[in-house]
């Protein structure tokens, strides 16, 4: 009755069983194992010139006598670590450790950047050098010694000798009364393995916590994607709203000239007017997203702030542009996130009058007020596209988009015959930077 | 309109929309243009004064959107206009809004001059759904989890169920009809039956109400589009 049952605690058992056996035969099998071994035994290797300074340098410098042996060693010991503690800040040491860990140890930091890096994250990566010169030296004397060890232990039964130590082979029984010597010795050789995998994983994380980005790095990093996914966004939804918006109204119009070119010409002539307008448009905003698109690729450099501001200027009075321009405000008295988005602010608007009203002439503000930054920018209405479009459209937004973000104030729209935007910036930006 | 046409009402901030819209519907003897608005501001003084049958309605528009001039109007005109909302794109989040608020069907700008059309004559004759597919993946898009309970609470026949179903699947009143080996006026006693049980304005709302209930899925799908 019960048998299918038995037979399935008994397969449930077998599996237990298994699972055992893979834990303790795990590091024995395991490929990772091996990679660590030799990141550990390169670790022991590198460790060599400091034992080497520890037992020969400075017992021969030092006046010690040789039956003194325990302060030799200390003082050895010392001498060694402090030399080790120093070459450990050597700037190739980062990218030596970086490149062993990223080899051996399967790359757990791969957003690691190599190259020049700031003195605390050499002094972390110098502490990295440390542990993985000392666990390694460790394991690597075990590595040499336990093996040696191994096969002496499995001779002794047969021989009646363990020949290891300095006053001559140890003497053991024949025979089966010391089978326990190679069975001690098998465990501890399956205990190095387990010690090789700990320590492997024990520097992992070490790595991880040490060479990988501090956590300022991590919140500029993810600020700066942040930053990139925004812009993203900004200009997928530019192309959406402008490029996408033509092309409906050239499909539209398309298909109004069609069914009226026979019975309305005059319609028909109309509709082809507005295709014309519309693709031109277009055009133009598309020349604009993608200008943006490649600024953003080279654009590594760091942003330009208010300071960059006279070059702006310049620019656009090179592009045919009348610029009155007053400024007064310095651009250091603001947060430099203010001073990179005033600029990039005024960049827009410069732009959008240059894209909207054509070559007028522009009057531009910066003043400081209300403890903040004050941006004016003021053109009068160009009579050339005005009517095609619908006031400010995706520029605008932008700038609005930057206010927002920093708790600004933004007020854009007709002032008799001009066009105004005017921002109030906080000095500070919202939180600071 | 006194005489026989389909009166339209355009509504588009942008110009050149509205110029195209107009000669695309006047090149047609039986619709005329009777008006229009640059806002949805504007929508109930020409509803009142035009009385059109139709509303083209864009969706984003400065001061009052088309969402918003939708709603308005169903609630306060009375024997309002069907509402056929007009958009660029079409997976902007407002146009299932739109749907919900009572529009009839919605339009892509980039639609065909033909296609154009006949969406205003099918809202008009109101006897089958506009675009069937492009509702089903709307609604696929905006499918909500909670509240759900399949339109039990609506009590509908067996009859009126199926009806519904077919009506979701895109099928006029005649296919239905012709489908189930019904009369066409048994068909509209149905579809009548059904719109009032749901509290439903229109085919469009009862259809909508219909995927959001799970009633039908929208993976169900459609046989004509």
Redesign the interface.
Known sequence: MDLPLRREARSLSFCEDRLVIRRILGPVTSRSTYRRWVFLVLGGALSAPYVLFGAVVVPSVLPLSTDDLASAFLLGGAGALVVLAATSLLPPVRALELAAIRELLDDPVPEAASGPVSGRARVRAGAMFVAHVLVGALISLASLMLPAFLGLAFAAPFTGSFGAGTDGPLLVPRGWASAWLPAAFLLAMLLLFHAVAGAGALLTRAAVAWLGPSAAERVALLERRTERLAERNRLARELHDSVGHALSVVSLQAGAARRTLRRDPDTAERALEAIEESARAALDDLDHVLGLLREERAGRAPQAGLAELPALLSATRAAGVEVDSEVRAEAAAVAPVVSREAYRILQECLTNVLRHAGKVPVTLRVAEADGGLELTVRNPVGAARDSARNGGGSGLRGIAERVDVLGGRLRAGRQGRDWEVAVWLPAGGRGGE | MDDNRIGVLLVD?????R??????LE?EPDLAVVGEAADGAEVPGLVARHRPDVVLMDVRM?SVDGIRATEHLLSTADRPPKIVVVT??ENDDYVYDALRAGASGFL???A??EE?LSAVRTVVAGDSLLFPAAIRRLAARNARGAGRDGLRGANLTERESEVLRLMASGLSNVEIAERLFLGLQTVKTHVGNVLAKLGARDRTQAVIEAYESGFVSPSDGVRRS
Do not use: M, N, Y
């Open positions: 901030d942008e110009q050149l929309v110029t195209g819209l107009r000669a695309i090149s400065p660029t794109f892509l700008k980039r065909r001059p154009i």
